[in-house]
């Protein structure tokens, strides 16, 4: 066995693991209250995914990485740490409406134990998914523009407990790397739908954003741009850069190369047949204020503190967060087009989920490239 995966029950990880799983052995450390469930569970994720996947690749252990030795017994932790040469971390507690002290566990202690297994016995590679909201409020501070280059400090993630926790995640990655344990971080921005059929996860910030205009009858027309990608487009660039050779000790943003316009996200959720006028972001959230008792634009306000980064009159806060390292170290993988095919494709989804009434002009939407 060569690889450990963390997150593989959750949106990204199940990607990454779904990849990996074609031409590795991979282990994945699950939660549950038995070894049948976790393992059952993950089973069913993957092939939820779109497998398949050849079953006897995939070892299920079940753990907790907030608990010491992420939650596994003695020997199966010592076991592992001798066989296991690669660990990809994507769990994390993704929460935009929870304060850092929340998200200490998820995002800094569970890191920190999977810095530990690295170093266990023997020393693995470590690749550590984190985020670009650690430059949420970057600037503010006066950076036009972060790259994979721009070292974050804490100021940066703002008043975001979310985007704090996940610069205090960096810091252990950072600590175990001027140590020298080959440490590679990935920061993704959106992690949208999947481009072929827009299977998306509901926790998904513009899955939110989209429903909550749908139920106010009203979309922001923001300025703002958003780094991202959908969900196997960061996946395959985690794992093809992850095996280049030269990615120890390195940052990348596997994000499209152009960040997205929040504007032209409902510019074309409207050309896919959505009618949702275009309204000042200010305006917006008076709207969502007045539909607070419905479920997505409840979610929104929670989830303020994040989606304010998002919803503006001027793009004050994220900064681009250019590829400027990437693109010359492997080859840029075709991106997918976020096109009205794609939004038809996400609103469609959405619908068969019940989240907002079926659009007549969607029921018939482009079939997948
Ligand atoms: N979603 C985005 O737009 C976005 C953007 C930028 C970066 N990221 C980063 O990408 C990564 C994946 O995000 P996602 O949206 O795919 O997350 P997700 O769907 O919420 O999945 C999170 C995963 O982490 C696992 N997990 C959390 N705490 C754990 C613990 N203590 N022990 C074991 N497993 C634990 C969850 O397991 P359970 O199934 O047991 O809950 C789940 O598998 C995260 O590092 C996140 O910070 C996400």
Redesign the pocket.
Known sequence: MSVLV????????GHLCALLLRSEQVCC???GRTDQGAEARLRAHLTRLGGPFEPERLTVVR????RPRMGLPAAVYTRLAERVETVYH?????NLAASCEHLV??NVT?TREVVRFARHRRTKALHH?????VFAAARELGCAEVDEATEPILAMSGGLGYGQS?FHGEEQVRLAAAEGLPVTVYR????LGHSRDWQF?D???WTRLVRAAVEVGAAPDSPATMPGAPVDHTAAMIVELSRSSSAAGRVFHPNYLEPIRVGDVFDRVRAAGCDLPAVDPADWKQALLRHAHLPASGLVLACWAGIAYMVVPEPRYLPPCSRARLTTSVAPLPEPALDEAYFARMLAGIAERGHIPKINQLSNPSSPP
């Open positions: 963390t997150g593989a029950t959750g949106f990204l990880g450390v699950v939660r753990g907790d990485l907030s994507c769990a994390a507690t993704v566990p998820g569970a998914v984190s985020s670009v909201a996940k993704p921005g959106a992690i996860s926790t998904d910030l």
